[in-house]
Nanobody, 126 residues
Framework: QVQPVESGGGLVQPGGSLRLSCKSSGDTFVGYAVGWFRQAPGKEREFVAARRWSGGGTTYYADSVKGRFSMSKDTATNTMSLQMDGLTPEDTAVYYC??????????????????WGQGTQVTVSS
């Protein structure tokens, strides 16, 4: 059973960068898609970025983070990372890593993922 565990959140000033990591504490991510989602207070959980672990397929990004965030994987450590640059206060949220086997139409949706991490807080403030 795959079990995502996030790390790397924290407090950063506007314009700064953070790198979030997602590692499975159980089985590897092989055969799964890994997605990043975020939830700000009083708002619904929203899609941030996603890609399938295996193969050289597309990485999907929300329009709000395109050009600022990027996903990458490290097969040696079974870790999927989210590099976040140019952070703004609007990026403040709890960030969740999730694993699942979504079809193409659900890879950017919450319902496409069956296993979720506990979340890590990202706060962008001066």
């Amino acid at each position: 059973q795959v079990q995502p565990v996030e790390s790397g959140g924290g407090l950063v000033q506007p314009g700064g960068s953070l790198r979030l990591s997602c590692k499975s504490s159980g089985d590897t991510f092989v055969g799964y898609a890994v997605g990043w989602f975020r939830q700000a207070p009083g708002k619904e959980r929203e899609f941030v970025a996603a890609r399938r672990w295996s193969g050289g397929g597309t990485t999907y990004y929300a329009d709000s983070v395109k050009g600022r965030f990027s996903m990458s994987k490290d097969t040696a450590t079974n870790t999927m990372s989210l590099q976040m640059d140019g952070l703004t206060p609007e990026d403040t949220a709890v960030y969740y890593c999730a694993a699942g086997r979504p079809i193409i139409s659900t890879i950017t949706t919450v319902r496409g993922y069956s296993v979720w991490g506990q979340g890590t807080q990202v706060t962008v403030s001066s």
